[in-house]
């Protein structure tokens, strides 16, 4: 009954229900992970609705607190943990349509939630600007998408995740009978970073810019996956060669990049970069002290034209491997600096190649880090948690990306406030129910 009563509230051309639209707008890329598969490819929404207003979603809410209906709020639904799958139906909320550019300054960005990350990089190159940091995905994932969902990308390497200063505010929408609006600045913004959309609707988003770079990209070989690693972390921790991107895999990751078939060479770990033009001589006296090659470079003129490095690294090296090989998965992992040769080591004695390496460099409040996304060929859920099981037992980190629950991926969380934020802004616990353990605070990773 509260289907019909939705249709005659915001018109029929807004309500989608035909089951094709539905499905899509009930999923992301959570297929990524075997296991999410299994648990989410079943649920589906009621109907999606794509708002054009701020107004639009204020009568929503209101409609869904007076009849008691589940809201998912939903980018562009490129996140790999089924953030955005509604797991008890209910109504989707595609928020794509909100996706201005408010104002610019000269440091800072105002944007609504659904515009796309690449538009708004896009248009900040035009005007001498640029962001920070985006995700992999930044082509079609928005504003709003990356910062409930994601957590860091590509300028990491220089600027850190989003909790590093990268966010300056936020305008938030709570769940209640009468919603209210406010924004949110300073620690206060961690109570909506990286939750999935559970403790409010993102509505708008205030991020830094810096002057517009000329980024050159680079794909460079290294005859041992070794030597690939200790390039990547003495540039990382270069300081006068300005990079936006430092990612390192090894083969035969590689080999599934069909794209660069005709540029890569068989057997030969790699480095993608994107380094600033200024320090190409830098850059090319540390690729000879590895002994490394440099199998493609795309000058700054072509940068994002065309081919793009960054559409190989991060979790597009995942989406590769899935895509032209069998039972690939992945981990989120971050090895011991000092000890990241033995860890490598103990975990190649003991699984093989069912762990193939992925590094990405990044900064977490200001230290380097060799970040791990290490594609795991998969063979079973138990044995898919005996090797995470055996990583942390030698001091390897993992965030579990294989669960849809908040708090047990990773990241510390500060799980109890957002609980208490969460009971205070949906105090029905109609927004995007059900990926909020209900667990005690110290189960709670």
């Given at each position: 009954?509260?289907?019909?009563?939705l249709?005659?509230?915001?018109?029929?051309?807004?309500?989608?229900?035909?089951?094709?639209?539905?499905?899509r707008?009930?999923?992301?890329?959570?297929?990524y992970s075997?296991?999410?598969f299994?648990?989410?490819?079943d649920k589906?929404a009621?109907?999606?609705?794509?708002?054009?207003?701020?107004?639009e979603?204020?009568e929503?809410?209101?409609?869904a607190?007076?009849?008691k209906?589940?809201?998912t709020?939903?980018?562009?639904g490129?996140?790999?943990y089924?953030?955005?799958?509604?797991l008890?139906?209910?109504i989707?909320l595609d928020?794509?349509k909100?996706?201005k550019?408010?104002e610019?300054?000269?440091?800072t960005v105002?944007?609504?939630?659904?515009?796309?990350?690449?538009a708004?990089?896009?248009?900040l190159?035009?005007?001498?600007?640029?962001?920070?940091?985006?995700?992999?995905?930044f082509m079609?994932?928005?504003?709003?998408?990356?910062?409930?969902g994601g957590?860091?990308g590509?300028?990491?390497?220089?600027?850190?995740?989003?909790?590093?200063?990268n966010?300056?505010g936020?305008?938030?929408?709570?769940?209640?009978?009468?919603?209210r609006i406010?924004?949110?600045?300073?620690e206060?913004m961690?109570?909506y970073i990286h939750?999935?959309?559970?403790t409010?609707?993102?509505?708008?988003?205030?991020?830094?810019?810096?002057?517009?770079?000329?980024?050159t990209q680079?794909?460079?070989?290294f005859?041992?996956?070794?030597?690939?690693?200790?390039?990547?972390?003495?540039?990382?921790?270069?300081?006068?060669?300005?990079?936006?991107?430092?990612?390192?895999?090894e083969?035969?990751?590689?080999?599934?990049?069909?794209?660069?078939?005709n540029?890569?060479?068989d057997?030969?770990?790699?480095?993608?970069?994107?380094?600033?033009?200024?320090?190409?001589?830098?850059?090319?006296?540390?690729?000879?002290?590895?002994?490394?090659t440099?199998?493609?470079?795309?000058p700054?003129?072509?940068?994002?034209k065309?081919?793009?490095?960054?559409?190989?690294?991060w979790?597009?090296a995942?989406?590769w491997?899935?895509?032209h090989?069998?039972?690939?998965?992945y981990?989120q992992a971050?090895?011991k600096?000092?000890?990241?040769?033995?860890?490598?080591?103990?975990?190649?004695?003991?699984?093989?190649e069912e762990?193939?390496?992925?590094?990405?460099?990044?900064k977490?409040k200001g230290?380097?880090t060799?970040a791990?996304?290490?594609?795991?060929l998969y063979?079973s859920?138990?044995?898919?948690y005996?090797?995470?099981d055996?990583?942390?037992?030698?001091?390897?980190?993992?965030?579990d990306p294989?669960?849809?629950?908040?708090?047990?991926g990773?990241?510390?969380?500060k799980?109890e406030?957002i609980m208490?934020?969460k009971q205070?802004?949906?105090p029905?616990d109609?927004?995007?129910?059900?990926?909020?353990?209900?667990?005690?605070?110290?189960?709670?990773?």
């Amino acid at each position: 009954m509260w289907l019909e009563k939705l249709i005659e509230l915001v018109g029929k051309e807004k309500v989608i229900i035909s089951e094709s639209q539905r499905e899509r707008l009930s999923k992301d890329y959570y297929w990524y992970s075997p296991v999410l598969f299994e648990e989410l490819k079943d649920k589906v929404a009621d109907c999606a609705v794509k708002p054009i207003s701020i107004e639009e979603i204020k009568e929503i809410v209101t409609f869904a607190v007076a009849n008691k209906v589940s809201v998912t709020i939903r980018g562009a639904g490129t996140g790999n943990y089924g953030q955005a799958i509604p797991l008890k139906g209910g109504i989707v909320l595609d928020l794509t349509k909100l996706d201005k550019l408010l104002e610019l300054t000269e440091s800072t960005v105002k944007v609504q939630a659904g515009m796309r990350l690449g538009a708004l990089e896009k248009t900040l190159r035009k005007q001498g600007k640029e962001l920070r940091i985006y995700p992999s995905t930044f082509m079609t994932s928005t504003v709003g998408g990356f910062l409930c969902g994601g957590s860091g990308g590509i300028g990491s390497i220089r600027w850190g995740n989003l909790w590093d200063g990268n966010i300056i505010g936020v305008t938030v929408m709570t769940f209640e009978g009468e919603p209210r609006i406010f924004e949110v600045v300073g620690e206060e913004m961690e109570d909506y970073i990286h939750n999935y959309g559970t403790t409010g609707i993102v509505l708008e988003a205030i991020l830094p810019v810096e002057e517009k770079q000329e980024w050159t990209q680079h794909i460079i070989s290294f005859p041992t996956f070794k030597e690939a690693v200790k390039f990547g972390d003495e540039l990382a921790h270069n300081e006068a060669i300005t990079k936006r991107l430092v990612s390192v895999c090894e083969w035969p990751i590689p080999s599934h990049f069909h794209s660069l078939k005709n540029v890569l060479q068989d057997d030969k770990s790699i480095t993608m970069l994107e380094i600033e033009e200024s320090c190409l001589k830098d850059l090319q006296l540390l690729v000879d002290k590895y002994s490394g090659t440099s199998d493609l470079i795309i000058p700054a003129s072509n940068y994002h034209k065309g081919l793009k490095v960054s559409d190989f690294t991060w979790n597009h090296a995942t989406l590769w491997a899935h895509k032209h090989g069998e039972n690939m998965t992945y981990l989120q992992a971050r090895f011991k600096v000092d000890q990241i040769f033995e860890q490598m080591d103990t975990l190649r004695e003991k699984f093989g190649e069912e762990i193939q390496f992925h590094f990405e460099y990044i900064k977490i409040k200001g230290e380097i880090t060799p970040a791990s996304l290490p594609v795991i060929l998969y063979q079973s859920k138990e044995r898919l948690y005996e090797i995470i099981d055996f990583c942390r037992s030698i001091g390897v980190e993992i965030n579990d990306p294989h669960t849809y629950l908040l708090g047990f991926g990773g990241y510390n969380l500060k799980m109890e406030q957002i609980m208490k934020k969460k009971q205070e802004n949906d105090p029905f616990d109609l927004l995007n129910p059900g990926k909020i353990p209900v667990k005690q605070e110290s189960e709670i990773i």
